[in-house]
Every structure is written in C-alpha cells, then in structure tokens.
C-alpha cells in the first residue's frame, strides 16, 4: 500500500495557520486550545486542593499566598477560565452537531450563533457570579 504524500506534516504548529482556511478550522484549532487550558486548569485545581490533606492551616496559606495583594489576579484568571469553558461548550455542541451532518451548509452562521449564544450566557454567569461575591 503506497503511504499517501499530500498529507500535511505541519503537526501541532499547522494548527497556528489560517491562511486560507474557514471558520470551521479556526473554531476546530481554538477548541483543541481550549482543551489543552481547561486541562491544565483542573491539574492545577487538584493541585492546591490536595492540600487539604495537609490541613486546613495549610491550605488556607496557600490560597492566602495566591490572592495576596490589592488585585485579585485569580479573579481575572476566572473570568477568563470561564470564557474558555463557555466557548469550548458551546463550540463542542457545534462540533457534535457538524459530525452528525447538521450544520455542515451553515457552518459558519452555526458558529457565530452558538458563540452568541455562549457569550450572553457567559455574562449571565458573570452577572450572578458578582452579585455572590459582592453580598
């Protein structure tokens, strides 16, 4: 069997470049991007949270360490953590529809309401969540 030579062996890096490509290959790459930072996130969470095993002293120091100072990074860490996860939601509910054949026509009218979509939930979550920490 003769190996096909027109496949791209760009790896990773190909995902970086849109010259050329739709809205369906940017959606597809930021989706992949997505992934790759909610999964780090949750390493991360598990991370500060397996302090606890070391008691509840240690942890508090921890997170006390984290959210020392007169901004809250981690704040904004949050908003942005929650953006990557509205959006990763969203375009995966678009990407599951597309592999089912629905959308595949629109497929750009799919990604820009589903991302609509997304976003006014997201500040939704965001206009909730405010009203919690600001009581």
Do not use: C
């Not at 062996?9 to 190909?14: A, C, P, S």
């Not at 597809?28 to 390493?43: A, D, H, M, P």
């Not at 799919?110 to 965001?126: A, K, Y």
Request: proline share 1%; hydrophobic share 50%; no cysteine.
């Amino acid at each position: 069997m003769e190996k096909n030579t027109s496949e791209s062996k760009e790896g990773i890096l190909g995902w970086a470049k849109f010259k050329g490509k739709g809205v369906g290959y940017f959606g597809f790459t930021f989706q992949r991007v997505s992934g790759v930072v909610i999964l780090f996130y949750l390493y991360l969470h598990y991370t500060v949270l397996s302090n606890l095993l070391h008691g509840q002293a240690t942890y508090n120091s921890i997170v006390q360490s984290i959210t020392y100072g007169p901004y809250d990074l981690f704040i904004v860490f949050d908003i942005l953590l929650a953006l990557v996860i509205f959006y990763h939601g969203a375009n995966g509910i678009r990407l599951a529809l597309n592999e089912m054949g629905i959308g595949l026509k629109h497929n750009k009218a799919f990604f820009v309401i589903f991302e609509s979509i997304s976003m006014v939930l997201l500040l939704l979550f965001l206009y909730y969540a405010w009203l919690f920490v600001a009581a």
